[in-house]
């Protein structure tokens, strides 16, 4: 099956910069959209940015300015380049495609980011 790895998370202070990673391993013959979400404690898991095949991409409004969300084709990877973390950034952020024809979504196994002085 397909597998999506996260990388790139930790502990860093207020204002600082992170960049996640998320590469795509597997049989794999069209990724229609992938995206980051995240999860804090005690709240739902929220979309923060997501791209499709052809470019396009949204953001949830809390981090419009601040996280660039894009994508290699080839490696299967998309990125989330966040900068000017606040501690309401922190959370366990998720990678999520969209895969196949008829679309299946996949989920990671998460990463940790914690924004804390």
């Known amino acids: 099956q397909v597998q999506l790895v996260e990388s790139g998370g930790g502990l860093v202070q207020p204002g600082a910069s992170l960049r996640l990673s998320c590469a795509a391993s597997?049989?794999?013959?069209?990724?229609?959209?992938m995206g980051w979400y995240r999860q804090a404690p005690g709240k739902q898991r929220e979309l923060v940015a997501s791209i499709l095949s052809g470019g396009s991409t949204n953001y949830a409004d809390s981090v419009k300015g601040r996280f660039t969300i894009s994508r290699d084709n080839a490696k299967n990877t998309v990125y989330l380049q966040m900068n000017s973390l606040k501690p309401e950034d922190t959370a366990v952020y998720y990678c999520?495609?969209?895969?196949?024809?008829?679309?299946?979504?996949?989920w990671g196994q998460g990463t940790q980011v914690t924004v804390s002085s």
């Open positions: 999520n495609a969209d895969i196949g024809t008829i679309g299946r979504t996949y």
């Open positions: 597997g049989i794999i013959f069209r990724i229609n959209a």
